[in-house]
């Protein structure tokens, strides 16, 4: 069974960066489609990056296009969120997940079967 390890999460300052990282064990995460979310106090969970192994389609929550990056490393099994240009309110407790696709495009709202424990992201102003 497919599981799910983030690393990576941390506290920085306003406008830095951080790599986070999900390590997959168990099955090849190649052949899922893939999303990062985030849970902020209060707030509901929401997604910020999804990536489609069907047709290779990546999607990115507006709040977070041209400042985060998904990518992954098949040989570590591994997929990675490079955020940039972080912001205060992109403090939250991020999640990767991963689901068997059936649909191409877009899949940040299908319900994923595997999570990861979450890494707690700080940003300061």
């Known amino acids: 069974q497919l599981q799910l390890v983030e690393s990576g999460g941390g506290l920085v300052q306003s406008e830095g960066s951080l790599r986070l990282s999900c390590a997959a064990s168990g099955e090849r995460l190649d052949i899922y489609a893939i999303g990062w979310f985030r849970q902020a106090p209060g707030k509901e969970r929401e997604g910020v990056s999804c990536?489609?192994?069907?047709?290779?389609?990546?999607w990115y929550a507006d709040s977070v296009k041209g400042r985060f990056t998904i990518s992954s490393d098949n040989a570590k099994n591994t997929v990675y969120l490079q955020m940039n240009s972080l912001k205060p309110e992109d403090t939250a407790v991020y999640y990767c997940a991963a689901v068997s696709p059936w649909v191409s495009g877009a899949v940040c709202y299908l319900e994923y079967d595997y999570w990861g424990q979450g890494t707690q992201v700080t940003v300061s102003s």
């Open positions: 990536f489609n192994s069907i047709d290779g389609t990546t």
